[in-house]
């Protein structure tokens, strides 16, 4: 099997492969210290959790993880638990992205994985072949040329791989948006014990937690921000206008990072491609308000390893369209989640005095209706299996 990508979708594919007794070379083109400086989102769902910790990554996620029975929503000027353990009966993690990837590469490097970060060159042909090839370049510079009886393409949302499949196999579906987060890491301790995502007439701030001393928090800007015209005094009068709420108190501290992540929801349909297969972000993307993106790329390799041993086992190619199949319907509710949230909670570059009092009001039902925070609840912690 060669897997194209060793973030956490390739990496958490090869270690679940492994455990089934099948082979794999993963390889990437940025190095280990690359990937591993890279910030990411934060929140796991409770099976992504189990799956981490059942098949022996690692339990550092519960010992160093925070778990969280819920959200905050903050608007007009108030705030509103959705409580997804009585709703709902799960959690979710606050276990930074970062470090599912180092579990995993560790995890990888202990049960003896081929796995080469800091690679060049890289392509995959003959995927209509019955053994397509992988070729590519070591740190080192030596050539490899490897048949495979699979390729997987888990290379992330600017894909190579999804490139290789012809235009008229594939169907993209593309919602781009107006806005983008201004995301910062700063030394501060804890604002709230749990997220908050907060809608104000200045438009969204989410505000997430790493560690005791250390917080990651965004807020809605427009997408050509220029970062180096936000000082750290700027930053933390914008976001303590838009979580104006009663009953928090937003703590400030030095700024350590700013990046502004724009926004974009993105399907190619199917995931697979004669011996192709998409997995993760190469498939498809997510805006990140839904915390959906490193989620669904552990759920898309879970049911891809499972379809990938019956097809080795079988020979039957309906399996790897299963796969395809399986996966979209969750990409799809994640797509629907991601979108929603995001509309509900994000003001329009237009903004209207109509637009921000409906989304007050729905943000109202949501909150007031048992219903309705129950699916808020069921789709943030993540759907069954
Ligand atoms: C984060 O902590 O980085 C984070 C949390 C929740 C989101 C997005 C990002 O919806």
């Known amino acids: 099997m060669g897997i194209i990508g060793g973030g956490p979708a390739g990496l958490m594919l090869s270690h679940l492969l492994a455990r ?6 993963v390889v990437d083109d940025r190095t280990y210290t690359e990937i591993e400086q890279t910030v990411r989102a934060g929140i796991l769902e409770a099976d992504s959790v189990r799956m981490l910790v059942d098949t022996g990554v690692s339990d550092r996620v519960l010992r160093e993880g925070d778990q969280h029975a ?11 638990r959705i409580d997804f353990a009585g709703l709902v009966g799960s959690s979710v993690w606050l276990y930074p992205q970062t470090d599912v990837f180092v579990d995993l590469a560790a995890a990888r490097s ?21 053994l397509p090839v ?20 888990a290379d992330g949302s600017r894909s190579m791989c999804r490139h290789r499949i012809p235009e008229d196999r594939r169907q993209q579906s593309f919602r781009e948006y107006p806005f983008a987060w201004f995301g910062i890491l700063c030394e501060a301790s804890k604002s709230a014990p749990e997220l908050v995502y907060s809608h104000s007439e200045r438009g969204f701030a989410l505000i997430s937690q790493r560690t005791e001393a250390m917080q990651r928090m965004y807020f809605q800007c427009d997408p050509d921000t220029d970062v180096d015209a936000w000082s750290d005094d700027r930053i933390w009068a914008e976001l303590q206008a838009r979580v104006n709420v009663n009953g928090l108190e937003l703590i400030e501290g030095p700024i350590t990072s700013r990046t502004v992540l724009r926004f974009r929801s993105f399907v190619c349909e199917p995931m697979r491609y004669g011996r192709l297969l998409l ?45 395809s199949r399986r996966a979209l319907q969750r990409v799809w509710k994640a ?8 509309s509900m909670l ?17 943000l109202r039902s949501v909150v007031e209706s048992r219903a309705a925070s129950a699916y808020l609840a069921e789709c943030y912690t993540g759907w069954p299996r």
């Open 346 to 362: 994000h003001l329009p570059v237009e903004r209207s005095s109509f637009d921000l009092r409906r989304q007050q009001a729905e």
């Open 70 to 80: 819920g959200i905050e929503l903050g608007f007009d000027g108030q705030l509103a």
């Open 335 to 342: 797509q629907h989640f991601s979108y929603w949230m995001t």
């Open 20 to 25: 089934r007794g099948i082979d794999s070379v």
């Open 110 to 130: 202990r049960d003896g994985g081929d796995v080469r970060f800091g690679v060049s060159d890289t392509i995959v042909d003959d995927l209509d072949a019955e």
């Open 134 to 153: 992988l070729r590519f370049a070591d740190a080192d510079g030596a050539r490899h040329e490897i048949r495979c009886r699979l390729l997987v393409g």
């Open 279 to 323: 997995a993760g972000d190469a498939a498809h993307t997510v805006p990140p308000t839904g915390a959906k993106g490193l989620n669904l790329a552990l759920a898309d390799v879970r049911v891809l390893a499972e379809s990938i041993s019956q097809f080795l086992a079988s020979g039957l190619d309906r399996h790897l369209d299963d796969y």
